[in-house]
């Protein structure tokens, strides 16, 4: 039940988002962009945390805005200096989320496996 | 504490959601910004007031059409079609028509002619960019080579050679006719095509103008063919 009000959350702001109609001029689009990768990047990271019972509330919430403060300022730095290093951010951040996916993952397969082991043996005795 | 948690999250996720969001519209519907300055939009707006003023004149026109149409009697309502079907024909261009107007002869440069360059047929990109430059002018009528040019008609290569409504438009020298609504008009056309630079386009092409002075009275053809009509019916009797 406690699972829908994220989800609900998430919901709200994209139609929020939506509906306000809003935009940000086309040359901080990047910015946003790097943002919201940055976003999902701790959110998953939060979830793998929590489900290896290692969350700590500080780190998350810092975690989310320092390392959206941080991405976005790579890309300032990068358009200032003429390189590409908002590239550096994508790719950091794309490959943490790829792996913070797999390690979720691997531990709800292991749940489940566990969850339905338990059952067999019920079903056994 | 597991609820504290859900807070955080369901707050962290708002904002995922609406950066996500704004994301989207950003990239969707990139706002397109008005950068016409002052001198541009005056322009829009003196194109508009021109349309505004063409409307009246039709308005005005159609409620002299319907007053004549009231103030005829009973047995001279046929006259008064005629008259109307009459009109639309010669708007049409399928009468002949005679007014104030001039001729425009089209001829090889004397450069071409000096060096022996091969006379070509007019190019039908060259006779469209004529006609529409001629076509700023309203209610204005055009004889390309003998063959009436209308709303219906087409400026088209046919095996190579460009036609004017299907029929060849002979190698230069030919004569195109135009007729203006009024001497003045005729004028005012004569000298914008005076100071052209169709001439320019012509020439690019070893032809040159010849731009005769407005006259009285210039005849052209009507438009030999019948108009197709495609889309308009006959209603039954009675109904």
Redesign the interface.
Known sequence: M?MW??????????????LT????P?IY?NY??I??LA??D??FG?IRA?LQQI?D?KV??SG?FFNIALAAGLAFLGVHLGVDLYLAAVFAFGVRLFQNIAVIRRILLTKWSDRSKVSETKVQE | M??????????????????????????E???ERDTRDIWAIRQELAEEKKIHSELLTEIRDLDRTISSYRTLSESSTGQALKDTVDKLHKKAGTTDISGPGFTIEVRPSVESVAYGIPITSISSDLLTRFVNEVNRFKGIHMEVDGKRYTMMSSIRVINGATTVNGLNVSTPPFTIKIISPTMSDSEKLYNYLLASSIHDDFYLDNLVLEIHQPERDITIRGYPDKFKNLYLKELPKGE
Do not use: E
């Not at chain 2, 609820?3 to 990239?27: D, H, P, R, S």
């Open positions: 406690t009000l994220p989800l609900l959350g998430l919901l709200l702001g994209i139609s929020l988002g939506l109609d809003l935009q940000i086309q689009s946003l962009s943002a919201v976003a999902l701790t959110l939060g929590h969350y509330d998350f919430i989310f | 597991k609820k504290a948690i859900n807070w955080k999250f369901t707050i962290v996720l708002l904002l995922i959601g609406f950066m996500i969001a704004v994301q989207y519209n950003t990239m519907h990139p706002k």
